[in-house]
């Protein structure tokens, strides 16, 4: 593990967001936002899983793949900031405060494209948009 800053990426880039635990649990988000050389926003619904074993245990990792050969994976604790979130009440905003950064860039390898969500909800598109600017104005 390397002790770097955390990258950019594009917004509405799939991450995979991993949770403590026996055994450990992930799932993908929509809306991870680079907070600062060593933080994450996200959101999560409040009915997540994810969420509960957060305030359990806030031992997390946060793994981004994305174009640009961006490839990393953040450990950290995550943290509540605001519950619910102002701008959406069935959802809780959560910061993830970086400890390591495990870049995992190779030069014998290019990441061309990554995953990337496309609502087909009009109402999900502008509420997803929506929460990452809330995200956004909670990163100062």
Do not use: K, N, Y
């Amino acid at each position: 593990m390397t002790a770097g800053d955390l990258p950019d990426w594009p917004a509405g880039t799939v991450a995979v967001l991993a949770t403590a635990g026996a055994p450990p649990h992930a799932i993908p988000v929509s809306t991870a936002v680079r907070a600062g050389p060593r933080r994450v926003l996200l959101a999560l619904a409040r009915s997540r899983a994810s969420l509960a074993r957060l305030r359990a245990d806030p031992r997390c990792a946060l793994t981004v793949v994305a174009a640009g050969d961006v490839a990393f994976t953040a450990h950290g604790r995550a943290a509540i900031v605001q519950d619910p979130m102002a701008v959406a009440e069935s959802v809780v905003a959560v910061a993830i405060d970086v400890d390591d950064v495990q870049d995992h860039a190779d030069p014998r390898f290019a990441i061309d494209a990554g995953v990337t969500w496309r609502w087909v909800d009009a109402q999900a598109a502008e509420r997803d948009a929506a929460i990452r600017e809330a995200l956004r104005g909670l990163a100062g």
